[in-house]
């Protein structure tokens, strides 16, 4: 009986142990370090809506997207206050510079255009990727988007190779027929509503499947129905904060479906993968492939340990580019479309263009080159920076009409809403010296959507304010229009994500005329890309003739 009571006193004492460091923790946390930044940013003149016990100002945010949903919107481009309206609230109350917490990270919204050049060129490496949340992680696990180091110098250098001009060059014939697939649907359609944001969403994953991966929609199919169900549930938990010490042993319904759908997208992939590794052993084939997939089986069979990816690595890669290459183009066409259907003087000028380089015959990545409205280049020893070089070249080959309109429609509905960076130490940025324990969050909305940067007439659709490139449209501050990120870390399919909008776009206008139905209903709002609330309801008018 002694025995049972001194392990019962031990027990006891071990629990009571176990509690008191898990309260600590839990105070450290959610009390202490929230303070300490609070005070600091403070003290250097930093305002924000205050912090809340564990939920910082997540329920407060939530609620203003909820309200911000139910309410109707004119037709105009001024989407700021709806798509993100606690950022727009805070700026207006706190300034362009605020603090404000997402649960217990402390994140210091910036929009002042050298400030964001600065953390995302990072040179001194005090700003890194934040950790994904438990949700982005099952989404797109630890691929080029989300890793950093020797890890990210690694992929990014196989998706440089993956997505460079010849690669290109030789994806535009799958474009072509993807598209071609989409259209000769459309004929049964023609004079009648078609939502296109779901045509596009089909295309879209058609394309990323036979360009990067080499395979048709239909093998793809459950791969991308899966990672929509994930966004789904990623998305409905971006603002729910964990409870301290109860997660620890208890998982919700969300997380338990996450754990299963991404354990099946891992087992869909692999089959994919040994599809390809059995055509070898069998003499069907010399190598894995040509293509991204190609390039990361070959990385998983490399000998040196340097270059090897892990089977987990591969897997991530391949969510991260089904992902990312199908929703960002998705959001990109669909936004385009409409304000083509909109701006019907633009859309006359744009079909002259192709119709004057293509006539009726598919694009080609010949004649995309032909497609210029300038006649002069820039002068590069007036250029100020790398990445006024890069604007430069960019505009060289790709100025034109469609890419005009192109451009404008990333600034006014940028598919991310914004880009976040964690401060790995103590750095000065600007006058301020930002804390560890801190994030600095730039939306890129804000900063495309500012009348300071842009001008008065900032939420109007003008795609001449392109006409001389990006490089002197944003006054050769390269933040100001940043649609796919800034720096290293930009979006290493921003090439191929361009090539195919301008392809469909191309082919959709040699064939019809667009005009905005009378059951749309304007109404973007943020779920992970930018979407339109209600679907897209458009009009396409046949021009008699095929192409």
């Known amino acids: 009986m002694e025995t049972m009571g001194?392990?019962?006193?031990?027990?006891?004492?071990?629990?009571?142990?176990?509690?008191?460091?898990?309260l600590l923790n839990v105070f450290y946390k959610y009390c202490w370090i929230p303070q300490r930044v609070q005070f600091i940013m403070n003290s250097q003149g930093i305002?924000?809506?205050?912090?809340?016990?564990?939920?910082?100002?997540?329920?407060?945010?939530?609620?203003?997207?909820?309200?911000?949903?139910?309410?109707?919107?004119?037709?105009?481009?001024?989407i700021f206050p709806r798509v993100m309206p606690h950022v727009y609230s805070w700026i207006n109350k706190y300034g362009k510079t605020y603090l404000s917490w997402n649960g217990i990270r402390a994140?210091?919204?910036?929009?002042?255009?050298?400030?964001?050049?600065?953390?995302l060129k990072n040179s001194d490496k005090a700003f890194r990727k934040p950790k994904a949340s438990y949700f982005f992680d099952k989404l797109l696990g630890d691929g080029l988007a989300s890793t950093e180091r020797e890890k990210w110098a690694r992929q990014r250098k196989l998706a440089n190779y993956a997505f460079h001009g010849e690669s290109l060059k030789n994806m535009t014939p799958a474009v072509v027929a993807s598209v071609e697939t989409m259209l000769e649907k459309w004929k049964s359609k023609e004079g009648k509503e078609i939502e296109v944001f779901q045509e596009f969403r089909l295309l879209t994953s058609e394309v990323i499947s036979r360009t990067a991966f080499g395979s048709s929609y239909?093998?793809?199919?459950?791969i991308f129905d899966m990672l929509m169900k994930l966004s789904v549930i990623a998305g409905r938990n971006i603002f729910k904060a964990k409870i301290p010490i109860i997660s620890k042993f208890w998982k919700p319904a969300d997380e338990i479906e996450s754990e299963r759908i991404a354990k099946m997208i891992h087992d869909s992939v692999m089959r994919i993968v040994k599809k390809r590794e059995?055509?070898?052993?069998?003499?069907e084939a010399d190598n894995f492939g040509r293509d991204f997939l190609g390039l990361l089986v070959n990385a998983y069979h490399e000998a040196d340990q340097k270059n090897k990816l892990s089977i987990q690595d591969m897997v991530d890669e391949c969510k991260t580019f089904y992902f990312a290459g199908q929703e960002t183009v998705n959001s990109l066409l669909a936004w385009a479309t409409l304000l083509l259907a909109i701006h019907t003087d633009w859309q006359d000028k744009a079909r002259a263009e192709v119709i004057e380089v293509f006539g009726n015959q598919n694009p080609d990545s010949e004649g995309m080159a032909k497609l210029k409205t300038v006649s002069k280049l820039y002068k590069f020893n007036s250029l100020k920076t790398s990445t006024d070089h890069l604007y430069c070249l960019l505009d060289f080959f790709f100025l034109q009409q469609i890419t005009m309109i192109i451009n404008e429609t990333l600034r006014l509905y940028p598919p991310i809403s914004g880009v976040t960076r964690e401060v790995g130490r103590e750095v000065q940025l600007g006058k301020l010296v930002l804390p560890t324990h801190s994030e600095v969050d730039m939306r890129i909305i804000a900063l495309h959507h500012d009348p300071d940067l842009w001008g008065d007439d900032v939420n109007l659709f003008k795609p001449e304010r392109f006409?001389?490139?990006?490089?002197?449209?944003?006054?050769?501050?390269a933040a100001a229009f940043m649609p796919f990120g800034l720096g290293s870390r930009s979006c290493v399919g921003m090439s191929f994500a361009i090539t195919e909008a301008k392809t469909a776009l191309s082919m959709i206008l040699q064939r019809y005329t667009v005009t905005v139905s009378p059951t749309y209903v304007h109404a973007p709002v943020p779920r992970l890309t930018l979407k339109p609330q209600h679907g897209?309801?458009?009009?396409?008018?046949?021009?008699?003739?095929?192409?």
Do not use: W
């Open 278 to 283: 059995e055509r070898v052993v069998n003499g």
């Open 107 to 119: 994140q210091l919204l910036i929009t002042d255009p050298d400030l964001v050049k600065e953390v």
């Open 536 to 547: 897209m309801q458009l009009l396409f008018h046949s021009l008699h003739y095929d192409a």
């Open 6 to 22: 001194n392990l019962l006193i031990l027990f006891t004492a071990s629990l009571c142990l176990y509690l008191f460091v898990a």
């Open 467 to 477: 006409a001389d490139g990006i490089a002197k449209a944003t006054k050769y501050n």
């Open 218 to 222: 239909l093998e793809g199919e459950k």
């Open 47 to 78: 305002r924000g809506p205050p912090y809340e016990f564990i939920h910082g100002n997540n329920k407060e945010a939530a609620q203003m997207l909820m309200e911000a949903s139910t309410k109707p919107m004119a037709l105009t481009h001024d």
